[in-house]
């Protein structure tokens, strides 16, 4: 069971100075569901090396019993350090793929060319698609074999906008989660705020918020 995690490479916050990059719960605690399992799992980003943490999310009140072992875990961050560039990566190598949140990438992975394509890939072959919070928007742009857009009629889910408006970034992200995915003709829903809510649809799956990452990534094993 071969499992490939996404990350971002992007640390700027819009234009407000501030640093960004991925959600460290959110790649985490799916990290270690994959590797409680048994699977075998590479890690990706646009420019390979580390990929940037969202350093809010190393703060204390966004600790987790994941967090807390990654960060103990000399293996795991070595590996993290060493993510592979994503066009290096083939659908073929892989048995699921898995997108880990942030801010980070409503900037990059959302327009990325060879994220697009392996997404495209990967779906065309029945295998797992799964994205977590921010990650549902890598999807916008996604075209299904027959051209339409690959969430289009199908449940989805992604950070709320009233959770990025709870956040203060509302006017600083390049395009909202959940406005995007409506727009594509997903058949978008939502828990409440900060509580878990993932949608699964065929081979598609995707998690609201941090408190998702866990969970999002037990329905992907589940369909391993």
């Given at each position: 069971?071969?499992?490939?995690?996404?990350?971002?490479?992007?640390?700027?916050?819009g234009?407000?100075?501030?640093?960004?990059?991925?959600?460290?719960?959110?790649?985490?605690?799916?990290?270690?569901?994959?590797k409680?399992?048994?699977?075998?799992?590479?890690?990706?980003s646009?420019?390979?090396?580390?990929?940037?943490?969202?350093?809010?999310?190393?703060?204390?009140?966004?600790?987790?019993?994941a967090?807390?072992?990654?960060?103990?875990?000399?293996?795991?961050?070595?590996?993290?350090?060493?993510?592979?560039?994503?066009?290096?990566?083939a659908?073929?190598?892989?048995?699921?793929?898995?997108?880990?949140?942030?801010?980070?990438?409503?900037?990059?992975?959302?327009?990325?060319?060879?994220?697009?394509?392996?997404?495209?890939?990967?779906?065309?072959?029945?295998?797992?698609?799964?994205?977590?919070c921010?990650?549902?928007?890598?999807?916008?742009?996604?075209?299904?074999?027959?051209?339409t857009?690959?969430?289009?009629?199908?449940?989805?889910?992604?950070?709320?906008?009233?959770?990025?408006?709870?956040?203060?970034?509302?006017?600083?992200?390049?395009?909202?989660?959940?406005?995007?995915?409506r727009?594509?003709g997903?058949?978008?829903?939502?828990?409440?705020d900060?509580?878990?809510?993932?949608?699964?649809?065929?081979?598609?799956?995707?998690?609201?918020?941090?408190?998702?990452?866990?969970?999002?990534?037990?329905a992907?094993?589940?369909?391993?």
């Open positions: 069971m071969k499992i490939l995690i996404v990350l971002t490479s992007h640390d700027e916050l234009n407000t100075g501030r640093k960004t990059g991925f959600w460290l719960e959110e790649f985490a605690a799916p990290y270690y569901v994959f409680d399992a048994g699977a075998e799992i590479t890690m990706a646009p420019k390979g090396g580390q990929p940037p943490l969202d350093p809010k999310s190393a703060e204390k009140d966004f600790q987790t019993p967090t807390g072992r990654f960060n103990n875990d000399a293996e795991a961050r070595a590996a993290l350090a060493h993510s592979v560039q994503l066009k290096t990566v659908a073929d190598d892989y048995d699921a793929i898995f997108y880990s949140g942030g801010h980070g990438p409503l900037w990059d992975l959302a327009e990325d060319k060879d994220s697009i394509a392996l997404i495209e890939a990967m779906h065309r072959k029945g295998k797992p698609v799964a994205a977590v921010h990650a549902p928007g890598v999807l916008r742009h996604a075209r299904a074999a027959d051209g857009p690959l969430v289009q009629g199908k449940g989805v889910t992604g950070f709320s906008n009233s959770e990025e408006a709870a956040v203060g970034l509302t006017e600083v992200v390049p395009f909202l989660v959940e406005d995007e995915l727009k594509a997903g058949k978008y829903s939502k828990g409440a900060w509580q878990s809510h993932v949608i699964s649809t065929d081979n598609l799956i995707t998690g609201q918020n941090p408190a998702s990452s866990e969970p999002t990534a037990r992907l094993l589940k369909l391993l």
